[in-house]
């Protein structure tokens, strides 16, 4: 029976999350099982709403640079996590792990960013939500 | 001994007891200033009245990205909750070329709205959009008939009410009705009154609960859950420096040259066209 009652109380906890940015529905646009790993250097930084977009140059085996671009939360969910528009700036070298667009654009919604050194930022999963 | 131990424990609870008592008292019930988020139902609530055939018609016109998608199996909720396009390029969401959320949709949404209020009126101020609703409070009663006929519709209506005890009663009137009433595309007509019940039940929180009214396209009210605004803490809302958010809400408008020409163009639409052939 507590157990059951737990149960209940983590579902309700679950229905009652809801994500801070809920604008966009998106459906089959995102293969969200899927995850991309992209090594490259951030080429553009557009820090607006409604979600934060930030582009990245990755170079393939032969070297052609193909720029990718990720989706992030909005402006002020990011703001409430520490990050502004100067997190991140041009030239930088990033590693970025995104859920890339079913179509096979080069495209994606942001899992995390990790920098150089190794430190893992905007991570979706703490407080970077993209709905 | 014991005794001194249970004399401690009881005194400890107490003193617990009073200083929630007077938590509880330190606030103002006929206050609802301060910058909030609401939790409940992204709806009026999940039990959709028997709709009119004009009301079906409207809906199965309005294509929604959010929901789960058209075509899944029920279980057991409205099918109006279960007609997501499956990708938004095949959508008609007026709210993605940043046309006004309007109301109630807009009071629904998660981000953070400011409270702010005066004698005569409470403004709601949402960051979505960073628009404003007037909720008057000044006696005045809403527009009805030639006077109504005459304003003609609003994105947000035209809105009045006051205190009935604790409660504050609002009604409103006047709805544009190419607005949805919520992010899966349920209509509404100009006919629609909405009715909100603004109750503080706490320091930190506030429930509302709504009724809408639209006999053209409802056949019964439909009653909403009771839906709960939270105050946002402190330090999510004051400008220290760090954070940017300078002024507590940040300008979230829908700038078309933002949201349309470049989030629908480069993501939106770009990620979306022949997704999943």
Same mark, same amino acid.
């Given at each position: 029976m507590k157990r059951q009652l737990t149960l209940l109380v983590l579902l309700a906890a679950v229905a009652l999350?809801? /994500?801070?940015?809920?604008?966009?529905?998106?459906?089959?646009?995102?293969?969200?099982?899927k995850q991309v790993t992209l090594k490259g250097t951030v080429s553009q930084i557009r820090w607006q709403n409604p979600h934060v977009l930030i582009f990245i140059d990755v170079p393939d085996a032969a070297g052609k640079v193909v720029t990718w671009g990720f989706e992030n939360s909005n402006v002020s969910t990011l703001a409430r996590q520490g990050y502004n528009r100067n997190t991140l700036t041009l030239g930088q070298p990033v590693t970025a792990i995104v859920n890339p667009a079913a179509n096979g654009e080069p495209l994606g919604i942001i899992v995390k960013v990790i920098l150089a050194d190794g430190r893992e930022i905007m991570s979706r999963e703490r407080g970077n939500p993209v709905d | 001994m014991r005794t001194r131990s249970t004399m401690a424990v009881v005194m400890a609870v107490v003193a617990a007891t009073s200083a929630a008592v007077a938590a509880q008292a330190q606030f103002d019930p006929r206050d609802l200033s301060g910058i909030w988020t609401i939790r409940g139902h %992204?709806?009026?609530?999940?039990?959709v009245p028997p709709m009119t055939p004009e009301g079906e018609a409207r809906l199965n016109a309005n294509r929604p990205t959010r929901g789960r998608l058209l075509g899944e199996p029920l279980r057991?909720?409205?099918?109006?909750?279960?007609?997501?396009? /499956?990708? /938004?390029?095949?959508?008609?969401?007026p709210a993605h070329k940043c046309n006004p959320n309007g109301f109630p949709r807009l009071l629904l949404d998660p981000e953070p709205v400011e409270f702010i209020q005066t004698s005569g009126r409470l403004l709601q101020v949402f960051q979505w959009e960073r628009t404003l609703r007037e909720l008057w409070m000044d006696g005045r009663r809403v527009p009805s008939g030639e006077n109504l006929a005459n304003l003609g519709p609003a994105w947000y209506g035209h809105t009045a009410g006051a205190w009935e005890g604790n409660t504050l009663v609002m009604n409103t009137v006047g709805?544009?009705? %190419?607005?949805?009433?919520?992010i899966f595309g349920f209509p509404k007509s100009t006919d629609t009154r909405i009715e909100e019940r603004y109750t503080r039940t706490g320091p930190d929180t506030i429930e509302l609960r709504m009724t809408l009214y639209d006999a053209k396209l409802y056949t019964q009210p439909w009653v909403s859950d009771v839906k709960t605004f939270t105050r946002v803490k402190r330090e999510d809302v004051t400008f220290f420096g760090w954070s940017g958010l300078f002024s507590g809400l940040t300008e979230a408008i829908c700038a078309p040259m933002n949201e349309v020409d470049t989030y629908n163009t480069l993501f939106r639409d770009r990620a979306g066209k022949g997704a999943g052939k």
């Open positions: 999350a809801v /994500p801070v940015a809920a604008h966009h529905g998106r459906g089959q646009t995102f293969d969200m099982k | %992204r709806s009026i609530s999940a039990n057991g909720e409205h099918p109006g909750f279960v007609r997501a396009v /499956p990708v /938004p390029s095949q959508g008609n969401d709805l544009d009705d %190419r607005a949805w009433i919520d």
